[in-house]
Protein backbone atom coordinates (compact mmCIF):
# COMPACT_ATOMS: atom_id res chain seq x y z
CA UNK A 1 0.00 0.00 0.00
CA UNK A 2 0.89 3.47 -0.33
CA UNK A 3 0.05 6.58 1.39
CA UNK A 4 0.16 10.04 -0.61
CA UNK A 5 0.93 13.10 1.94
CA UNK A 6 0.95 16.75 0.24
CA UNK A 7 3.63 18.59 1.45
CA UNK A 8 4.97 21.99 0.09
CA UNK A 9 8.58 22.80 0.63
CA UNK A 10 9.07 26.28 1.03
CA UNK A 11 12.59 26.25 2.27
CA UNK A 12 13.74 24.18 -0.70
CA UNK A 13 12.17 26.91 -3.07
CA UNK A 14 13.98 29.59 -1.94
CA UNK A 15 17.45 28.42 -1.28
CA UNK A 16 17.09 26.92 -5.16
CA UNK A 17 16.30 31.08 -5.91
CA UNK A 18 19.03 32.34 -3.89
CA UNK A 19 21.40 29.44 -5.41
CA UNK A 20 20.59 30.74 -8.89
CA UNK A 21 20.86 34.47 -8.37
CA UNK A 22 24.07 34.60 -6.67
CA UNK A 23 25.46 32.17 -10.21
CA UNK A 24 24.08 35.00 -12.41
CA UNK A 25 25.19 37.75 -10.52
CA UNK A 26 28.69 36.15 -10.28
CA UNK A 27 28.56 35.43 -14.07
CA UNK A 28 27.35 39.14 -14.83
CA UNK A 29 30.40 40.66 -13.16
CA UNK A 30 32.85 38.21 -15.21
CA UNK A 31 30.73 39.26 -18.70
CA UNK A 32 32.73 42.32 -20.26
CA UNK A 33 30.23 45.25 -20.47
CA UNK A 34 27.83 43.49 -18.07
CA UNK A 35 26.52 41.84 -21.14
CA UNK A 36 26.54 38.47 -20.32
CA UNK A 37 28.45 35.56 -18.87
CA UNK A 38 31.21 33.97 -20.53
CA UNK A 39 32.43 30.50 -21.20
CA UNK A 40 36.22 28.75 -20.67
CA UNK A 41 36.70 29.68 -24.47
CA UNK A 42 35.87 33.44 -24.36
CA UNK A 43 32.04 33.01 -25.49
CA UNK A 44 29.05 34.48 -24.26
CA UNK A 45 26.24 32.62 -22.65
CA UNK A 46 22.67 33.74 -22.30
CA UNK A 47 21.36 34.08 -18.63
CA UNK A 48 17.81 33.47 -17.48
CA UNK A 49 16.39 33.90 -14.54
CA UNK A 50 13.10 32.52 -13.14
CA UNK A 51 10.76 34.14 -10.06
CA UNK A 52 10.84 31.28 -7.17
CA UNK A 53 7.17 30.13 -6.57
CA UNK A 54 5.83 27.72 -3.99
CA UNK A 55 4.20 24.48 -5.56
CA UNK A 56 2.80 21.15 -4.01
CA UNK A 57 4.41 18.74 -4.32
CA UNK A 58 3.65 14.43 -3.36
CA UNK A 59 5.36 12.62 -1.66
CA UNK A 60 4.86 8.82 -1.20
CA UNK A 61 5.65 6.60 1.31
CA UNK A 62 5.53 2.55 1.31
CA UNK A 63 4.71 0.87 3.74
CA UNK A 64 3.56 -2.84 4.49
CA UNK A 65 0.75 -4.05 6.74
CA UNK A 66 -2.20 -6.35 6.81
CA UNK A 67 -5.89 -5.87 6.03
CA UNK A 68 -8.78 -7.02 8.17
CA UNK A 69 -12.42 -6.39 7.75
CA UNK A 70 -13.99 -3.48 9.34
CA UNK A 71 -16.42 -5.54 11.36
CA UNK A 72 -16.94 -9.09 11.90
CA UNK A 73 -18.57 -11.44 14.40
CA UNK A 74 -19.67 -14.60 15.03
CA UNK A 75 -23.83 -15.76 14.53
CA UNK A 76 -25.47 -18.10 17.07
CA UNK A 77 -28.92 -19.78 16.66
CA UNK A 78 -31.34 -18.30 19.09
CA UNK A 79 -34.04 -20.46 19.31
CA UNK A 80 -34.26 -24.73 20.32
CA UNK A 81 -34.95 -26.79 17.97
CA UNK A 82 -34.28 -28.80 14.45
CA UNK A 83 -32.45 -26.64 11.56
CA UNK A 84 -34.87 -26.90 8.63
CA UNK A 85 -33.34 -24.60 6.10
CA UNK A 86 -29.61 -23.00 5.55
CA UNK A 87 -29.91 -20.46 2.89
CA UNK A 88 -26.17 -18.71 3.06
CA UNK A 89 -22.66 -20.39 2.47
CA UNK A 90 -19.11 -19.46 2.18
CA UNK A 91 -18.50 -16.54 0.60
CA UNK A 92 -22.34 -15.48 0.04
CA UNK A 93 -22.96 -12.05 0.11
CA UNK A 94 -25.64 -10.81 2.55
CA UNK A 95 -27.18 -8.07 3.70
CA UNK A 96 -28.47 -6.78 7.35
CA UNK A 97 -31.54 -8.15 7.98
CA UNK A 98 -31.32 -11.35 4.88
CA UNK A 99 -32.76 -14.78 6.72
CA UNK A 100 -29.43 -17.00 6.60
CA UNK A 101 -30.95 -19.61 8.69
CA UNK A 102 -34.14 -21.45 9.82
CA UNK A 103 -34.63 -23.44 13.09
CA UNK A 104 -38.62 -25.66 12.84
CA UNK A 105 -40.79 -23.16 14.05
CA UNK A 106 -44.19 -25.15 14.48
CA UNK A 107 -44.04 -25.19 18.50
CA UNK A 108 -43.59 -21.69 18.60
CA UNK A 109 -46.48 -20.73 16.34
CA UNK A 110 -48.52 -22.61 18.59
CA UNK A 111 -47.16 -20.82 21.48
CA UNK A 112 -47.27 -17.45 20.04
CA UNK A 113 -51.37 -18.42 19.24
CA UNK A 114 -52.30 -19.78 22.85
CA UNK A 115 -50.64 -16.42 24.14
CA UNK A 116 -53.03 -14.45 21.70
CA UNK A 117 -55.99 -16.04 22.87
CA UNK A 118 -55.38 -15.37 26.58
CA UNK A 119 -54.84 -12.03 26.11
CA UNK A 120 -57.77 -11.92 24.77
CA UNK A 121 -59.21 -13.42 27.49
CA UNK A 122 -57.68 -11.63 30.07
CA UNK A 123 -58.50 -8.57 28.46
CA UNK A 124 -62.07 -9.13 28.08
CA UNK A 125 -62.69 -10.25 31.63
CA UNK A 126 -60.75 -6.89 32.59
CA UNK A 127 -63.35 -4.64 30.65
CA UNK A 128 -66.22 -7.22 31.90
CA UNK A 129 -65.39 -6.46 35.60
CA UNK A 130 -65.00 -2.82 34.95
CA UNK A 131 -68.00 -2.99 33.89
CA UNK A 132 -69.65 -4.71 36.77
CA UNK A 133 -67.39 -2.48 39.14
CA UNK A 134 -69.73 0.79 38.00
CA UNK A 135 -72.81 -1.21 38.86
CA UNK A 136 -71.85 -2.47 42.68
CA UNK A 137 -71.35 -5.68 40.84
CA UNK A 138 -67.40 -6.32 41.24
CA UNK A 139 -65.06 -5.61 44.11
CA UNK A 140 -61.98 -3.15 43.20
CA UNK A 141 -59.65 -6.55 44.41
CA UNK A 142 -61.08 -8.01 41.34
CA UNK A 143 -60.28 -5.37 39.02
CA UNK A 144 -57.09 -5.23 39.99
CA UNK A 145 -56.36 -9.11 39.89
CA UNK A 146 -57.78 -9.21 36.11
CA UNK A 147 -55.81 -6.19 35.21
CA UNK A 148 -52.88 -7.90 36.52
CA UNK A 149 -53.60 -11.03 34.62
CA UNK A 150 -53.84 -8.64 31.44
CA UNK A 151 -50.64 -7.62 31.82
CA UNK A 152 -49.11 -11.01 32.52
CA UNK A 153 -50.71 -12.37 29.39
CA UNK A 154 -49.33 -9.53 27.30
CA UNK A 155 -46.01 -10.27 28.50
CA UNK A 156 -46.31 -13.85 27.71
CA UNK A 157 -47.36 -13.30 24.00
CA UNK A 158 -44.56 -10.81 23.70
CA UNK A 159 -41.88 -13.27 24.62
CA UNK A 160 -43.82 -15.87 22.43
CA UNK A 161 -43.61 -13.29 19.32
CA UNK A 162 -39.76 -12.88 19.87
CA UNK A 163 -39.67 -16.44 20.16
CA UNK A 164 -40.97 -17.10 16.84
CA UNK A 165 -38.62 -14.39 15.31
CA UNK A 166 -35.51 -16.43 16.80
CA UNK A 167 -36.36 -19.23 14.93
CA UNK A 168 -35.03 -17.28 11.70
CA UNK A 169 -31.10 -16.14 11.96
CA UNK A 170 -30.63 -12.27 10.32
CA UNK A 171 -27.55 -11.09 9.51
CA UNK A 172 -26.96 -7.99 11.62
CA UNK A 173 -25.06 -6.32 8.91
CA UNK A 174 -23.92 -6.00 5.19
CA UNK A 175 -21.07 -8.32 4.39
CA UNK A 176 -19.88 -11.90 3.66
CA UNK A 177 -19.92 -14.94 5.21
CA UNK A 178 -16.64 -16.64 6.28
CA UNK A 179 -17.58 -20.00 7.67
CA UNK A 180 -21.04 -21.81 7.57
CA UNK A 181 -20.64 -24.19 11.21
CA UNK A 182 -24.28 -25.39 10.95
CA UNK A 183 -26.12 -28.11 8.25
CA UNK A 184 -29.37 -28.34 7.59
CA UNK A 185 -31.52 -31.07 9.44
CA UNK A 186 -29.00 -30.78 12.88
CA UNK A 187 -30.50 -30.35 16.01
CA UNK A 188 -29.02 -26.76 17.51
CA UNK A 189 -29.52 -25.32 20.32
CA UNK A 190 -29.73 -21.24 21.57
CA UNK A 191 -25.84 -20.24 21.76
CA UNK A 192 -25.42 -23.22 18.61
CA UNK A 193 -22.40 -20.76 16.34
CA UNK A 194 -23.63 -21.20 12.41
CA UNK A 195 -22.00 -18.56 10.44
CA UNK A 196 -19.28 -15.97 10.94
CA UNK A 197 -20.12 -12.78 9.22
CA UNK A 198 -17.22 -10.37 7.75
CA UNK A 199 -18.12 -6.59 6.77
CA UNK A 200 -15.49 -5.97 3.90
CA UNK A 201 -16.00 -2.42 2.44
CA UNK A 202 -14.56 -0.48 4.24
CA UNK A 203 -11.60 -3.04 5.07
CA UNK A 204 -9.13 -1.87 7.50
CA UNK A 205 -5.75 -1.28 7.55
CA UNK A 206 -3.03 -2.60 10.03
CA UNK A 207 0.60 -0.77 9.56
CA UNK A 208 3.59 0.34 10.73
CA UNK A 209 5.06 4.07 9.48
CA UNK A 210 9.10 4.14 9.40
CA UNK A 211 9.89 6.73 12.10
CA UNK A 212 11.12 9.32 9.71
CA UNK A 213 7.78 10.18 8.39
CA UNK A 214 5.81 9.80 11.55
CA UNK A 215 5.28 13.64 12.00
CA UNK A 216 4.66 13.95 8.02
CA UNK A 217 1.47 11.25 8.13
CA UNK A 218 -1.56 12.76 9.37
CA UNK A 219 -5.62 12.14 9.77
CA UNK A 220 -6.97 12.10 6.13
CA UNK A 221 -3.91 11.15 4.11
CA UNK A 222 -4.91 9.13 1.14
CA UNK A 223 -4.45 5.64 0.70
CA UNK A 224 -3.82 3.52 -2.10
Request: proline letters at 3%.
Amino acid sequence: MKVEVPMEWRIGAWCVTILVTCTVLAGCRDAPGGKGAMDAGGRVMAVSVAEARAERIEQRIEVTGTLAPSEEGTLSIEADGRLIEVRADLGTVVGAGDVLARVEARNYAYRHTQAEAELAAASADHRRLEGLLGKDMATRQQVDEAARRQAVARATLDLARKALADTRLRAPFDGVVAKRLVHAGEFVRVGTPAFHLVRVTPLKLTADVPERHVATVKAGDAVT
